[in-house]
Nanobody, 121 residues
Framework: QVHLVESGGGLVQPGGSLRLSCAAS????????MGWYRQAPGKQRELVAT???????NYADSVKGRFTISRDSAKNTVHLQMNSLKPEDTAVYYC???????????????WGQGTQVTVSL
């Protein structure tokens, strides 16, 4: 089994910063990419940022220049530094891992349980 555990969510004022972390553990053969998605009330889950095993990053247009994704491959962790937060960033943030548990198994997506980020006065 694979587990993804997020941490670092909370309440912050507009313009503030938060840092999310996600640690992957369990039966992991190879992690191809990790990332963050978010889902606001009444909306579909959307991509925030991803980072591949080679270090390539991808960001949603709405967070470019404000959010930075990084990883620690040795610890199977990914971080999301969020600066200049806006009320529209309020959502549940989910960690995603695109990985395989064995050389004999196909890669697939795994998800954390989510962490709430609220940006409000």
């Amino acid at each position: 089994q694979v587990h993804l555990v997020e941490s670092g969510g909370g309440l912050v004022q507009p313009g503030g910063s938060l840092r999310l972390s996600c640690a992957a553990s369990g039966s992991i053969f190879n992690i191809y990419a990790m990332g963050w998605y978010r889902q606001a009330p009444g909306k579909q889950r959307e991509l925030v940022a991803t980072i591949t095993s080679g270090g390539s990053t991808n960001y949603a247009d709405s967070v470019k220049g404000r959010f930075t994704i990084s990883r620690d491959s040795a610890k199977n962790t990914v971080h999301l530094q969020m600066n200049s937060l806006k009320p529209e960033d309020t959502a549940v943030y989910y960690c995603n891992g695109h990985l395989s548990e064995s050389r004999y198994l196909a890669r697939r997506d795994y998800w954390g349980q989510g962490t709430q980020v609220t940006v409000s006065l």
